[in-house]
Every structure is written in C-alpha cells, then in structure tokens.
C-alpha cells in the first residue's frame, strides 16, 4: 500500500482558474463558508453544545433557528437537512409509499430519483419529454399517467415527483401546473430542486409542493454532501417519524430520533457549517437571478456564433445550465491525436475547466456566478479554438 | 502486470467467490513437494480456489488415477486417453492461488457458477472476434483432464460440468462448474476488463434503448451518435436524426431535424410567417427565440428494429428524407436570407 499519495492532496486549478462544471457552479463556497470550513471541518464539530440529541436541533451554532429561517425562505413549514438530495428523496419516499406503489417521475429526472424509487421498492412510472431539439416536459403528462397508473392498478400513484430544472438541458419545468394536477388528484408532490433552490427563487406554496428537496453542494455554496428537504405541516410528523423501537433486551429506544435521517442527519461539521455560513449571500443572491439568466443567454448567443454550435433545449434560456451541440468539434477531435480530450486539454491551457473530459460531440456548461468578463473570456476561448481548427465564426 | 493484481480484477470483475487458480506442470527437480497428505487433484484445486492452499505434489500423493494420467504421470497401460498431457513425463505439478504465485502458470483454473462463467464467456467470445466457446465435456477427467490437459495441450479454454469424483469426493457443490484456460486467455479476459469498449455495456448510465443494429444501420448513412440524437453533416448542413418513442415506448417513426439561425427571435418570427406558404407537407416548423426548427418526420410502418434490418429500404427512406430537409432548408433560406 502507497500511503504517500494520500499526502499533499491538491486540486490541480487554483482560483485563478474559471470553473464552467455543469454541476459545481451553484456549490462553489462563499468567503464566509470557507472560514466555517475551517472552523467547522473536524468530525462531529457541530455537536459541541448538543443537548437535544438531533443536529436540527442544536442551538449553538444556531441550527435549530437556521431550519426555520430556511423554511421559511423556501416558504415550506418544516425542513431537515440530509446527506444529499438524493437522501432527501429517498427518504419521503421511504416514509410515505409502500413497496409496490408506483411513482411517476419526468423522463428527465435524475439517476437518484429511479434509485431512491428502486431501493423503496416500487414501479416507476415516466412522464415523457417532447424529444428534440426542446426536450420540454407535459406538466399535463402527470394527469394522463396518473389516470394509466389508476386503471392498471386500481389506485393512484403514492407520490409524483417532478426534476424542476433538469441536469442534462437546464429546462425549467412547469412545476405549479404540474402541483396543481397533483392537488386536484390528491398525489402527494415532490419537486427536486437540486439546480433551483439556492440560485433562483423558490416558493414551495405557489408551486403546491408537499416535499421539496433541494442540492447544498450543488446551488446553496455548501460542501458536499448535504441536501434539503422541506415539507409542509401536513406531512411533518409522517416523513419526521421517530422511532418506536425497543432493544428486545436491553429496553433501549431512541424515541427524538427520526427514522428516515438515520436518526441525526448525518451533516454534522462542514456540510452544515458551510450551509449555514452562505446562507445570507444565498437568500441574497436568489434575487439576482435575472442578472444570471440575462449572462447565461449573452453565453449562448456569443457560441452560437461558431458554426455548428447550438444550444439544446428551451430557448431563449431560462436557466444558467446549457447544453450544446458542437459537431465541427467532433469532427476536428476525430483528426486530433487527443481524440474527444483535445476540447477539454485545449480548454485547460487556457486555465478553464468542468468540461467533460472526452465530450466534443456535444458538452454541458454552466455560467451561475461567473462574472461578465469570465463569460467573455470562456466564450473567446471557444472562438479561438474555433478559429484555430478552421471552424467559420460570425463576426 | 503482476498475477495477484490480473487475479483481483477477474475475481472483482465477474464477482468470483473463489481466487483463480494457478497450475503448473513442472518436467524436472528444479522444485521440492511441499504436500505429503495423498488427495485428489480436484479437491487440491478446490482447497487452492476457496482456502488459498498451496500444493506441490508428485504421483505418490494423488489418490485419483485418472488425475495420473490426464496430468501426465503415467503413460496408459492400455490404447489411448483423452485428454491427457503427454509424453508423461511430469515429476511435480504446482497447484496455487493465482495472486500468491510469481511463476508463469501453465494453465490457469476458476470455480464458478453457471451465471459467472457465462459472463466470462460473453468476453471471451468478444476476445475471439465474437466465437462461439467451445467445449468439451464427458462427465470423467474433468479438473485434470478436461480443465487442465485440454488447456494445456491444445492452447484452448475448456469447460467442464466436473466428474462424479469431484463432486462426491472433493466438495464440489452442485452449482459449481470449472473453466480451465491457457495463461494468455486468462490475461488477456482480466486485462480486457478495463478496456471500455469491451465492458461499456456492463456498466455506467444507458441514456436510451436503441437497439444496436438500429444505430449501426443509422451510422451507415453517415450520422454519428450523441447522447440525445444523431447527427452528420449532409451537403453543407448538419442534419440531426432523433428516435422519438410512441406512448407505450415504441420507435415507429424517426425525425429529421435542421435548425435554422437568424439574427434574432423577431427576425425569426416573421421568417416564420413568410414561410407558411412555402413548405411542403409533412415538414413542421417552430420558432425558438432566434431559430426556426425545421423537422421532417418518417414513418417507418414498423418498429426500427424491424425497419434497420431491411437495410437498403431503410436507408433509401432516410436518404430521401435528408434530400427533402436539405431542399426545404436552402428554400427557406433563400427566401428569407437566414
């Protein structure tokens, strides 16, 4: 065993680097969190002053005051945090269906959501997406399968849960239509908001969510992993559900601990620290949200100027996640001795990175955060690529 | 690379219980027996997989006088044996885990249940430029002769349901069967596991469900794969194909897809309008901000799986269809000055 590489662990970029990851802009940490970081980062730090038994509820540093005001900020009743978002789904599901209920998730929903569905046992059951070249999901698509899932089985699904922006377009999804066929069928809703919350406004009673679940490390400038799951009073004491259990011999039970967040979040230092510490440069940067999409659309109009490149799903967009097809690219990568690596190696000399390494055909990017100028320079870099290869650009 | 690093990648990759075993048919004194308690060859090699044993043993500690001969102990008194090595001239054979050796096997052996050696076999017929495996098997000689002698003797991977030897006496169980390979296929099955194109279908996310023969017979006409569509540069244009799925999940249709650019979505919306009276039916159109998406779709009158097959009407209908987007797309143009 080599332990010596266990040792100096960097990151290979530094700050001087501009980071365009479809899946880290949202995450990258706020000065503040980065003090926490450091503050915060030994194991159980949060658990100094635990007199309550649950990390929700712990007073110092203010955790117990952070889940109100980050209900509160979502407009949901009650939240917890949880060991991803995918924890999040996993456990209402686990909370609320029964093994063989089906679920109805979008065509567009995340692995975790199949999975969180596949380890609750139960059938999955899809919403499609209008295909090519929008890929948009029928919110109305939910009343027809839920009327499907009726006749076939004899009673509607146990939960629907819609991906409010998708990973792989950054299509938004109509989800107040989509919680208002819910209502009106009484199917319990669950809105994932791993790239909503945390970087464009929210508010989980106008869109009629019941659970709404949403990504620290992915939009709320928190270290990895913990997520949110937010619910209304209605459900509360259901998906929060302590435990009953009693040692058979022992007499033991754990009667403050909630079953499906394995008793206390497992958040305990950095993850909730950090989540804490950027929780004001959060709500406040929520409010910017028109200044991002109005980068994200100046992004896709300067690449689009390079022929061949165009920008999949809804347009113009609504969202700072894109996705866009660059056959020319391909076309050059396949003459190249780095093959699909040319792109992500040619992007990297020019200190950008969060392509995927060996994707030219077509690449998600994601401006959240970027300033102007870094735009600008991520969209000239493309362009001098372009021009390099002999790919025409309009001027 | 090392056989306790080739060892741990088969055993990891096929999710073997048991380590594959090494052995190896030693012609002179170079080496010392290291096993004195007389047993069978089969249980010795059982032991190896499951306990990491190691054997090195001559004739006077088998008890088995099949394994004799089919190892190459003894010449046949009487006619011939198959399969067995020969000339007979072994002295010793070694018998251990694959990860504790550092001598070259002659012949390498795991113990396996039916859904694990299939999957071996899936990669070893891709190995042998898609071959069938063949084996042969009678029930008798079968660690020694038909996991060990065949391999050994005739360069080829070998099967065996096991004899009624192993599975009374050595603790076979009865979901147990045994492949016998020369070192080289060995290597190469277990080097082969980390060779994407070889395993891509076994892990990582599958984005759709186009059957193979579907996407070959649509790269054919010169499209290539993306995640979402295919796409290929026809004439000056890139043209896009998409497999759109009916309700029930079924592929009967294929759109054509030329998205058309203009200066902005104001331009493109009165673009639309002017070309109203210009396209020809079934050709669809949308605006999308600043692009007017041109789709053709065709019919294919069957699932694509059944359409790919009938290759040349197939591609003659895609073909056509790239024609008529083509058309279309520089009509538009022109009377529009996209």
């Not at chain 1, 069928?185 to 709404?212: C, E, Q, R």
């Not at chain 1, 991002?292 to 113009?316: S, T």
């Not at chain 2, 594959?20 to 290291?34: C, F, G, L």
């Not at chain 2, 010793?92 to 002659?106: F, N, Y």
Request: glycine share 8%.
């Amino acid at each position: 065993m080599d332990l010596n590489k266990y040792k100096n662990l960097t990151r290979g970029i530094s700050d001087t680097y501009v980071n365009v990851h479809p899946i880290q802009r949202g995450g990258v940490l706020t000065a503040e969190a980065r003090k926490a970081l450091l503050e915060f980062g030994d194991g159980y730090s949060v658990c100094d002053y635990c007199f309550e038994s649950r990390v929700d509820l712990v007073d110092k540093p203010p955790v117990h005051d952070f889940t109100a005001d980050v209900a509160e900020f979502l407009n949901m009743d009650d939240v917890r945090f949880t060991a991803g978002c995918r924890h999040a789904k996993w456990a209402v599901m686990h909370m609320i269906c029964e093994p063989g209920d089906t679920v109805v998730v979008d065509a567009l929903a995340h692995y975790t959501s199949y999975l969180a569905a596949e380890a609750n046992r139960l059938n999955i059951v899809e919403v499609p997406h209008n295909g090519y070249p929008r890929f948009e999901i029928d919110a109305q698509g939910y009343a027809r399968k839920f009327e499907e899932v009726e006749q076939k089985t004899g009673k509607l699904p146990s939960i629907a849960v819609l991906t409010h922006v998708d990973y792989r377009y950054g299509n938004i999804a109509d989800a107040e239509e989509v919680g208002k066929i819910c209502k009106e069928y009484g199917v319990p809703f669950l809105l994932n908001t791993a790239y909503s919350s945390g970087i464009m406004p929210v508010d989980g009673k106008k869109l009629h969510v019941d659970f709404l679940c949403g990504s620290g490390h992915k939009s709320w400038a928190a270290s990895a992993p913990i997520g949110i799951l937010a619910t209304t009073y209605e459900w509360s004491s259901k998906v929060f559900n302590k435990s009953t259990c009693r040692g058979d011999w022992s007499g033991r039970g754990f009667s403050k601990k909630e079953v499906a967040l394995f008793g206390c979040s497992p958040v305990f230092g950095a993850p909730v620290a950090t989540l804490m510490a950027s929780f004001p440069a959060v709500v406040d940067r929520v409010g910017r949200w028109d200044e991002e999409v109005k980068k994200a659309r100046y992004f896709v109009n300067e690449l689009e100027k390079i022929e061949g490149f165009h920008q999949m799903g809804v347009k113009p967009k609504q969202h700072t996640l894109m996705n866009f097809e660059s056959l020319p690219l391909h076309e050059i990568a396949e003459k190249d001795k780095r093959r699909g690596y040319f792109l992500y190696h040619e992007l990297k000399k020019r200190k950008i990175v969060g392509l995927h390494p060996g994707m030219s055909k077509n690449f998600k990017i994601n401006t959240y955060g970027l300033k102007h100028e870094q735009i600008e320079y991520v969209a000239n870099a493309f362009k001098d690529i372009a021009r390099e290869k002999g790919i025409k650009i309009e001027e | 690379m090392k056989y306790a690093e080739l060892s741990m990648k088969f055993r990891k990759f096929f999710e073997l219980p048991s380590s594959p075993v090494s052995i190896r048919i030693i012609n002179d004194s170079s080496e010392k027996k290291t096993s004195i308690q007389p047993m069978r060859f089969c249980e010795m090699v059982r032991k190896s997989a499951f306990y990491g044993e190691s054997f090195v043993f001559g004739v006077e500690e088998l008890t088995c006088t099949s394994a004799e001969l089919a190892l190459g102990f003894t010449e046949p008194s009487y006619g011939e044996v198959y399969p067995r090595i020969k000339p007979a001239n072994t002295k010793l054979v070694s018998v251990t885990p694959l990860e504790k050796t550092e001598k070259k096997p002659d012949v390498v052996i795991i113990i396996g249940n039916p859904r694990k050696i299939m999957r071996v076999s899936t990669i070893l017929a891709q190995l042998h430029e898609k071959q069938p495996v063949e084996a042969k098997f009678k029930g008798e000689f079968a660690v020694c002769g038909e996991c060990t002698a065949i391999p050994f003797m005739e360069k080829k991977v070998n099967l065996s349901l096991l004899c009624n030897g192993a599975r009374m006496f050595s603790g076979y169980r009865d979901d147990e069967i045994v492949m016998g390979f020369p070192p080289d296929d060995f290597v190469r099955i277990s080097e082969s596991t980390e060779e994407k194109e070889i395993t891509s279908a076994l892990c990582g996310c599958i984005m759709d469900d186009i059957p193979a023969g579907a996407v070959s017979a649509i790269e054919k006409i010169g499209f290539g794969k993306g995640t979402d569509q295919f796409f290929g540069r026809f004439g000056n244009e890139i043209v896009r194909l998409y497999t759109p799925k009916e309700k029930d999940g079924k592929i009967t249709s294929l759109t054509l897809h030329v998205p058309v650019k203009f200066k902005d979505s104001d331009t493109a919306s009165s673009a639309n309008e002017k070309i109203k009276g210009i396209l020809e039916k079934p050709l669809l159109y949308r605006v999308r901000d600043n692009w007017i998406d041109i789709a053709l779709p065709l019919d294919l009158g069957e699932t694509l799986n059944r359409a790919s097959m009938r290759k040349e009407k197939f591609e003659a209908l895609v073909k056509s269809g790239i024609d008529t987007i083509l058309k279309e797309t520089e009509k538009i143009k022109r009377k529009t000055a996209a």
